[in-house]
């Protein structure tokens, strides 16, 4: 009689809790999740909700005024460093991260923002979003870490190019300001060059290297010119900087004063 009793209590309990979880209303973080770390710090937020929901609770164009004219206080998605999250309010806007709003389907927000700091803790509060039937639902925050700022190679020359003349300079952009990591480019780049084009017999090729104002690209003329005919490498060590050989890039070509090249991309 007692275990039938307990079977009945323990059903009537998982039933109680089955209804309460079917009827959950309020939002969710889908990306990235509560306390998740390395995240990419381009990487748009998503939140999804329990219900579909009323677009005209979404602050669209966040601090500026909505279509009726009101100004909203607050933004539906309040994205700040988590150092702040303690802070006054009117110090929390001042570094709050704008971004553009999209609303996937009936039911999921994706928050596109700018570039945010990398290795650094951000706290995210979302708020005052009505779903269909009137209701607003509950706030929502979480916490994530972005990851490192790794330098990578954004883009170079030999990416598009056709066909490389002999004084042909070669351009490589990179992700982030390499003078913060690597001051001196020539342990960054190198161009090797092999007069019989197959490839043979490698040898380092005299260039010059100028970096960007910015420093977030170097310009690479060579000395004397690329001799027609000749194959041409060229070697961008970011293990160097990252580490891992894996993030090294290396770029073959031909070079010749006129028609089609083949050129090759590889991890090196």
């Known amino acids: 009689m007692r ?113 945010l700091a990398p290795s650094t803790s951000y706290t995210t509060v979302v708020s005052n979003v009505g779903i269909i039937g009137g209701r607003i639902l509950p706030p929502l925050e979480f916490e994530f870490t972005t990851r490192d700022d790794v330098l990578r190679v954004k883009s170079c020359t030999l990416d598009s190019m056709q066909q490389i003349h002999c004084s042909q300079p070669l351009n490589v952009v990179f992700t982030s300001n390499i003078g913060d990591v690597m001051p001196d480019p020539a342990q960054l780049l190198v161009v090797e060059s092999a007069e019989d084009n197959l490839g043979n017999a490698w040898v380092m090729k005299p260039v010059v290297q100028e970096i960007s104002p910015d420093g977030k690209s170097i310009r690479i003329s060579p000395v004397g010119g690329w001799m027609p005919g000749s194959a041409l490498r060229l070697r961008c060590q970011l293990s160097n900087v990252t580490g891992s050989i894996d993030d090294n890039r290396q770029y073959t070509t031909v070079v010749r004063q006129a028609g089609q090249l083949s050129i090759n991309v590889a991890a090196a």
């Not at 309460?20 to 990419?40: E, K, M, W």
């Not at 539906?76 to 150092?83: C, E, F, G, N, Y």
């Not at 806007?93 to 996937?104: A, W």
């Open 3 to 115: 275990v039938r009793m307990l079977t009945l209590c323990l059903a009537f309990l998982i039933a109680q809790w089955s209804d309460a979880l079917a009827q959950y209303i309020g939002l969710t973080t889908v990306f990235p999740t509560h306390r998740s770390t390395g995240i990419d710090p381009d990487a748009s937020l998503v939140i999804r909700s329990s219900a579909p929901i009323v677009p005209e609770t979404i602050t669209f164009g966040y601090p500026d005024s909505d279509q009726f004219g009101n100004t909203p206080k607050t933004p539906t998605i309040a994205l700040i460093p988590s150092a702040l999250k303690d802070e006054p309010f009117a110090v929390q806007q001042r570094e709050m991260v704008i971004g553009r709003y999209v609303l996937q389907d009936a039911r999921t927000i994706r928050f596109e923002h700018g570039r």
